[in-house]
């Protein structure tokens, strides 16, 4: 995936990664772990190392985001850095496990605080206002703990921080994703800001996530379903975790096939909807670079054989084993798609 003089996106093995040597690396995020002697730079690029098992292909993989634009990394507080002119990316890594609990609250609530009061100050302290996509992964998220479910006690202290730090908590919200991580994984959080606003997208098919009723907790998730970035040179579609929801409602529940195709229409929804508020756009399913998340690693070849009907062969898809947001959910998939700008070279 590429775009000139803009953000890009790659998938890679941590032996490629290695081997490409890019100096214009704005962050990099690790899933089952960074390789101890292939990881990227500690000292310089921020990594956010995701514990969370491959399903196919080779045994790491590093998404590693860069700009062809000179960077220069740092870190406040605990959130490390890297930023262009225009873009940052940024990570933060938190174990409940090192967290003193806020009074009436768990360990899991107070470090989701923590870090989204320290991604707010960083973006306000050095002059990136917008955040454009966060990715966060969560240990045991459907497990119940103080007598709520931990996706919900993650939303509501989420919600609580962004307006404590006055920020928007519905409409221009960032795209998003919130994944379960194993038992004794730390709480990560990655995420890219920019200098100016994206434009953001719903899915006619479901209602926005931030409008959700209060069957699904006292405190709706904070996203929007995608967020569009206009480049120099061609435009960014990030598509936030998407599943087999229409209005509100889960459907298929216990068919992982149907679930996907029905996450495929919802997808295919947003990419007609971001080309039609962006008349320039042309984004397609032969545009998108894919994460696929698996519940039930037994429900991989049905998922799998969906997706290869659906996207085009050069399409890079990996699929990774996590938990979903809601519990009668088998798959969720995210996307990232560019589509190049009128005479664009």
């Known amino acids: 995936m590429r775009a000139p003089a803009g953000l890009r996106l790659d998938y890679l093995s941590a032996a490629e990664y290695q081997a490409a040597q ?5 962050g990099v995020a690790t899933f089952s772990g960074p390789p101890a002697s292939s990881a990227p730079s500690a000292s310089e690029i921020p ?3 995701i514990n969370m098992p491959l399903l196919l292909g080779t045994a790491d993989i590093c998404e590693v985001w860069r700009t062809e634009l000179p960077v220069e990394s740092g870190q406040r507080n605990r959130v490390r850095f890297r930023r262009s002119q225009t873009l940052l990316f940024g990570c933060i890594a938190l174990a ?12 899991l609530a107070t470090a989701t605080a923590q870090a989204y009061r320290e991604i707010c100050t960083t973006l306000d302290a050095l002059g990136y206002p917008h955040l454009l996509r966060i990715w966060n992964y969560l240990p045991d998220i459907n497990r119940d703990s103080h007598g709520i479910e931990r996706y919900r006690q993650f939303n509501r202290a989420r919600q609580e921080a962004l307006q404590e730090c006055g920020r928007a908590t ?3 919200v960032p795209a998003a994703s919130a994944l379960g991580a ?5 709480l990560v959080v ?3 800001a920019g200098r100016s606003a994206p434009t953001f997208i719903e899915n006619p098919r479901q209602v926005s996530a931030y409008r959700y009723p209060p069957q699904y907790g006292s405190h709706a998730p904070v996203f929007s379903r995608a967020t569009l970035l206009r480049q120099p040179d061609t435009l960014m579609l990030f598509i936030s975790g998407t599943s087999s929801i229409v209005g509100h409602r889960s459907i298929h529940v216990g ?5 996907t195709r029905e996450t495929l229409a919802n997808i295919g929804a947003l990419l007609e909807e971001a080309n039609r508020v962006e008349h320039a756009a042309r984004f397609s399913f032969a545009t998108l670079a894919c994460k696929v998340y698996v519940r039930r690693p037994e429900d991989l070849p049905a998922i799998h054989a969906e997706l290869q009907s659906a996207v085009a062969p050069s399409t890079r898809v990996i699929y990774l084993q996590a938990d979903i947001c809601r519990q009668d959910l088998l798959v969720e998939i995210e996307a990232t798609g560019l589509s190049p700008l009128s005479g664009a070279a």
């Open 255 to 259: 068919d992982s096939a149907a679930q």
């Open 182 to 186: 194993p038992s004794g994984s730390p």
């Open 47 to 49: 990594v956010a190392a």
């Open 190 to 192: 990655y995420f890219l």
């Open 170 to 172: 519905n409409g221009n």
């Open 22 to 26: 890019w100096p214009d690396v704005l």
């Open 96 to 107: 409940e496990s090192q967290i003193a609990p806020a009074a009436g609250s768990s360990a």
